[in-house]
């Protein structure tokens, strides 16, 4: 597994952890308060969402109480989540109606944010914004709006190929009434007489969790055993002995991008259920079946970005450090001293917050609620502390910090 290193990723987040978000609005609204902001915070939260302020999009006790006292008292903080799915104003907007806590775009990470800095590269080589590219995952095709939100001009989904020719994956039939509610025509269809003038793809995009697991990893499996990704096509590099990786992905195959690792994440039913780092397994496992994998020197290389990267949390922190200073001013232009990450996943947010290292000096604090995805029992990353639940943990920080309501 590669983490913002290979392909097109530019350095992915070390480039946009300098950069402004480019989906938020930045301003002092986001942190209005009833009040006069006379004390400047050093220190910030940063929140998991499902499993700390939701349950399968259920308050959970203490959560609008919690986010509230920090608005009121201009305490910054962001909400940093793996999930995704849909837009971050969107996104943002279903939060705040659900915990009637009124909240602004430029708090909120989701794990396919850094997407969009992917739209225009360094030159117009590297840009995508004018390529076609496969996005993967969420309901429908709202994946594919939130990427032409981004600025992608051309995104085709798995169930546009499908509906196109239903016999790349014969078993997807059962489908076609959902997929026919969003496809849209290829903008090359395969030629089945000369796959070479095929569908070509630049780059692929796993947005959020796959719904259709069996059609994506056909899809994707076939992109990536491609010559220069055109679908329908075979690389005659593939399992050369003379070529770097057995000659797998040596033959401008398209760069496959993951948003989320998470193997679980908590939902509605009573036990963690799989996440996008499932399906990113299943395809690790398909891939060496059909290749031999890393142990035959055929190695799936992939980007992956999410929680607990390194620079997730760059780029998080210095969201959190924009927001303070457009709250507070000039004042506030200094690092902040602590951190609280407060999430469920010892997996992701704990082990995130733990191997953190901060390029501005900040202390990150990992703080593990039970209202998630942990159940009990020795995590597999060890908090600074377990508490009951998001108000516990905010109350923890405030005390910590020495901070007098």
Request: proline letters at 8%; aromatic letters at 10%; one cysteine or more.
């Amino acid at each position: 597994m590669q983490s913002f290193s290979m392909g097109r990723s530019f350095s992915l987040l070390r480039r946009l952890s300098s950069s402004s978000f480019p989906v938020t609005h930045c301003g002092r609204r986001a942190f209005q308060t009833s009040r006069s902001l006379s004390r400047v915070p050093d220190f910030a939260f940063a929140f998991d969402i499902d499993g700390v302020f939701l349950r399968s999009a259920k308050p959970i006790p203490g959560a609008a109480e919690s986010l509230a006292l920090l608005k009121q008292q201009g305490i910054p903080f962001i909400l940093l989540t793996n999930g995704g799915g849909k837009h971050e104003t969107e996104r943002v907007a279903e939060i705040s109606e659900k915990l009637r806590v009124p909240l602004d775009p430029s708090l909120i990470v989701q794990s396919h944010s850094p997407f969009a800095e992917l739209v225009r590269g360094p030159d117009e080589q590297s840009s995508l914004e004018n390529k076609s590219v496969l996005v993967v995952g969420g309901d429908g095709d709202s994946c594919r709006q939130v990427a032409e939100k981004y600025g992608f001009k051309n995104v085709i989904t798995p169930g546009d190929i499908f509906m196109a020719n239903p016999a790349i994956w014969p078993f997807s039939k059962v489908f076609h009434d959902y997929y026919e509610q969003f496809a849209r025509p290829l903008p090359n269809p395969m030629d089945p007489t000369d796959p070479t003038k095929g569908l070509k793809v630049d780059a692929i995009f796993v947005f959020n969790d796959p719904r259709d697991w069996a059609l994506d990893t056909q899809v994707i499996l076939d992109f990536l055993l491609s010559s220069q990704g055109v679908l329908g096509t075979i690389s005659d590099k593939n399992g050369r002995t003379d070529l770097p990786n057995r000659g797998f992905l040596q033959d401008g195959q398209p760069p496959l991008y993951f948003s989320n690792p998470d193997l679980w994440w908590a939902a509605a039913y009573h036990l963690p259920r799989l996440g996008q780092g499932g399906f990113r397994e299943a395809l690790d496992g398909t891939w060496a079946a059909v290749t031999g994998g890393p142990s035959k020197g055929a190695e799936l290389k992939k980007t992956v970005i999410g929680k607990p990267h390194q620079g997730t949390y760059e780029f998080a922190e210095n969201q959190m450090r924009r927001n303070r200073l457009q709250a507070f001013g000039p004042t506030a232009d200094t690092p902040l001293r602590n951190v609280y990450m407060v999430g469920d996943n010892p997996e992701s947010d704990i082990q995130g917050a733990n191997t953190y290292r901060s390029p501005h000096g900040s202390k990150w604090h990992s703080l593990l609620v039970r209202t998630g995805v942990y159940n009990g029992g020795d995590p597999a990353w060890t908090p600074e502390s377990i508490l009951d639940d998001v108000k516990k943990a905010v109350e923890y920080g405030l005390k910590a910090s020495q901070w007098k309501v």
